[in-house]
């Protein structure tokens, strides 16, 4: 084939390693048909592999170099570089998801999915091998099974926009015996792995093409050790399975059964297979010829098959979520073996039609252009080994990070990450890591302040500066120094946006704009107070008397004060658009100590004169204090106004020594005197805000809830829902809870 030698570097060669033979194509891909140039296949001379496992290096490897020799010589030139599949006894899978969540909407590309798979392949890696202590297990390929657009299932994220997306996948692992086996045996037949894959991906990809993964199909590659099995599903593969039950069970049941050697046995079972005679002749171990009907050794292994299909049947149905699938295509040689399909077919509950065994039929983009070998799904994994090379190119690796040497499956992309993965690095220490937080309440809502992004890892790569997405190749020496932690949030109270805000007041018809005050913790702090996690702060919406004149820089002890027109003292609170005036003292009074008679009193003042009151003038006082607490009128014509502390003021302090008005002082709102004085007929005001609009109530000693009523309209004789609802400070009270200055309620119909 002197043609070749132009096509050369374009030929791929796949080995499929089985436990009976081991067999070698060389090909190359051209429009979409491999044309297959050398085929070459070998039977072991010992039993060196049982159910797919190397047990006996060198003698496999041996083999392999027969078969590589042999198709060596069809090409008239060397081979270097194989690409092998490992069978899936010692298969295990993991279905692991990830999601991954954008700072804002993005558009999703090749980079974020890969990365989206890889968060997916590093749960899968954790738990299988967090799980197993003696045996270390490496992943060999990964199948998406669904992505997620945000909330949405889509096959493709590519160019989507997203705030989120998400992965599941199937994650297939292999033991590193296994794989060190396959890699030392290839390696001593003189050649090269180029590429590793499974053996039921290989053939899958050659068995179903993509285009009827649509349907749930069962895939079982019957072999000589293994039985493996894949499922389709939506347009993907969604399981992958194994029993150790194959073609070698059959061997060993006819070799006991006709004491024959394993070889002699083997050749029997083809024989039955493939159905060339209806008499077998062969010697056994006695050295005694002997004849047999085909019949008679079909109904001798037939309690074999059928444990196999059975067996075969239980796991698709355990991968297929405990149910059937719709139908099922067979590879292999041991798939050939009588009745085998149709007991499959039993056993899954479906029409034997169903169940057929896939060969020359799915071998149509195959082209052979080699003697002595026809179409025959003995050969699907081999030339799906080949295929299987054009998606994936892999191997193993070998590269050292922060001074540890590791081994790493290669994935045709392997990057900085994946290395430093592998080697246990922590992820958090890979990234930029933001400072400590703070959360605190402002008004009753949280607030989150996040601390600054500190730098990420600095990478480099034998000696240069790198990146976590820079690729790797054999023998890279890579350090990873861990990123750090950016400064700690911290934020003033100046700094909040509810602090900016103002509150407006008008004081003697100008208006007056004030910074709101801040409340920590029930304090009061100022603008430059630095907040803590934890903190609950309130921006009150109001002022008290004493801190806006204090604001003002005005003194209020020679002033009196009306809040809305009503006398206010130094806590009366005053809300936004409140107004506010001032007026100088006029007749400011005081009284002295005074001579202990009952005759007279002085009262002096600085715009008047001496005016006289006598004992039984105080008593009448107080007693028409007591009666309404508003404004008294006396006989000598004076007009005196007595006003407690809250909203009030009293001005006058009488003294009188006839144990009438003797000792009569104010203090919490209550006026004291020998006499017994009604100490609930003293009125007071307070405000409070109702549905965030200022009301002031006035006229009583104390109020409960249903007094609002008296001073703020809501027609309760016209529904506007199903119920009043009525709350106290947030929470739900009775009409006849107390009510205090500043208290808040929220009042409203119920849709």
């Not at 989150?448 to 600095?458: K, T």
Request: some cysteine; glycine content about 6%; aromatic content about 8%.
């Amino acid at each position: 084939m002197a043609e070749l030698t132009t096509i050369k570097n374009n030929l791929v060669f796949g080995l499929d390693i089985g436990t009976r033979s081991i067999v070698g194509v060389v090909g190359y891909l051209e429009h979409n048909i491999f044309n297959v140039v050398a085929m070459a296949q070998k039977e072991h001379d010992t039993r060196a592999m049982i159910d797919g496992q190397i047990h006996d290096i060198y003698k496999v490897g041996d083999t392999i170099r027969k078969v590589k020799v042999s198709l060596e010589n069809q090409l008239d030139f060397s081979l270097t570089d194989v690409c092998i599949a490992a069978a899936g006894r010692v298969l295990k899978t993991i279905n692991a998801s990830a999601e991954y969540k954008f700072e804002e909407e993005t558009r999703v590309n090749q980079e974020h999915i890969y990365s989206l798979n890889l968060l997916a392949i590093e749960t899968a890696h954790a738990q299988i091998n967090g799980n197993n202590d003696e045996v270390k297990f490496y992943c060999v390929g990964s199948t998406p099974v669904n992505y997620k657009l945000n909330t949405f299932d889509i096959s493709n994220l590519e160019g989507h926009k997203a705030n989120k997306i998400g992965v599941e996948l199937i994650a297939t692992f292999l033991p590193e015996e296994v794989v060190d086996g396959l890699y030392e045996a290839v390696e001593y037949a003189g050649l090269h792995v180029a590429s590793l894959t499974l053996e039921p991906i290989a053939a899958m990809n050659v068995a179903i093409p993509e285009q009827y993964r649509l349907l749930n199909i069962g895939l079982i590659d019957v072999g000589a050790g293994t039985s493996d099995i894949c499922i389709t599903k939506d347009g993907s593969i969604m399981a992958y399975g194994m029993i150790p039950l194959a073609g070698d069970e059959i061997t060993e049941v006819i070799a006991k059964t006709y004491l024959v050697d394993f070889n002699t046995a083997e050749k029997m079972k083809i024989s039955v297979s493939d159905k060339k005679d209806e008499t077998i002749t062969f010697q056994d171990i006695m050295g005694l010829k002997q004849e047999v009907k085909s019949e008679d050794v079909h109904k001798s292994i037939h309690s074999v098959i059928n444990r196999m299909a059975k067996a075969t049947a239980e796991e698709i149905k355990k991968l297929n979520g405990g149910k059937s699938v719709n139908a099922v295509f067979v590879v292999g040689g041991g798939g050939k073996m009588p009745e085998y399909t149709n007991l499959i077919a039993k056993h899954l509950g479906i029409a034997s039609e169903r169940v057929a065994v896939r060969g020359e039929e799915v071998l149509t983009n195959i082209n052979f252009r080699v003697d002595d070998f026809k179409k025959d799904s003995l050969y699907v994994t081999p030339v799906g080994i080949c295929t299987n090379y054009y998606l994936q190119k892999n191997s193993f690796v070998f590269v050292t990070v922060n001074n540890e040497r590791i081994k790493m499956y290669d994935n045709n992309h392997l990057t900085v990450v994946d290395a430093v993965m592998q080697v246990g690095f922590p992820n958090e220490k890979l990234f930029p890591r933001r400072g400590a937080e703070i959360t605190f309440t402002i008004n009753g809502k949280t607030r989150l302040v996040r601390g600054l992004p500190g730098e990420g890892a600095i990478v480099t790569l034998n000696g240069k500066a790198a990146n976590l997405n820079t690729s790797i190749e054999q023998n890279d020496i890579i350090q990873v120094t861990e990123s750090t932690i950016g400064e700690a949030a911290h934020i003033t109270i100046g700094q909040l946006d509810e602090f900016k805000a103002t509150v407006s007041f008008n004081v003697n018809d100008k208006n007056i704009l004030c910074p709101r005050f801040a409340y920590v913790n029930g304090e009061l702090k100022s603008e430059y107070y630095e907040i803590v996690s934890g903190d609950t702060i309130i921006m009150e919406n109001y002022y008290t008397i004493e801190q806006l004149f204090t604001f003002l820089d005005l003194d209020i002890a020679n002033l009196d004060i009306y809040v809305n027109n009503e006398r206010a003292d130094k806590n009366t609170k005053v809300y936004e658009n409140f107004t506010v005036k001032t007026s100088e003292h006029d007749n400011t009074i005081s009284y002295n100590d005074l001579p202990e008679d009952d005759t007279y009193y002085e009262k002096k003042s600085k715009k008047t004169d001496e005016q006289v009151f006598t004992p039984e003038m105080a008593e009448k006082m107080i007693a028409q204090y007591s009666n309404n607490g508003d404004n008294k009128s006396y006989a000598d014509g004076s007009n005196d106004t007595f006003m407690s502390d809250n909203n009030e003021a009293m001005d006058n302090h009488f003294v009188a020594d006839n144990n009438v008005t003797k000792n009569l002082v104010y203090d919490n709102n209550t006026i004291h005197n020998n006499a017994d004085v009604n100490k609930s007929s003293i009125s007071k005001n307070i405000v409070i805000l109702i549905n965030n609009q200022p009301v002031t109530l006035k006229g009583k000693a104390s109020y409960v809830l249903v007094d609002l009523f008296d001073f703020y309209e809501f027609d309760l004789t016209k529904p506007h829902g199903s119920a009043v609802v009525l709350k106290l400070n947030g929470a739900v009270s009775e009409y006849m809870a107390p009510l205090h200055d500043g208290d808040v309620v929220d009042l409203y119909w119920e849709p």
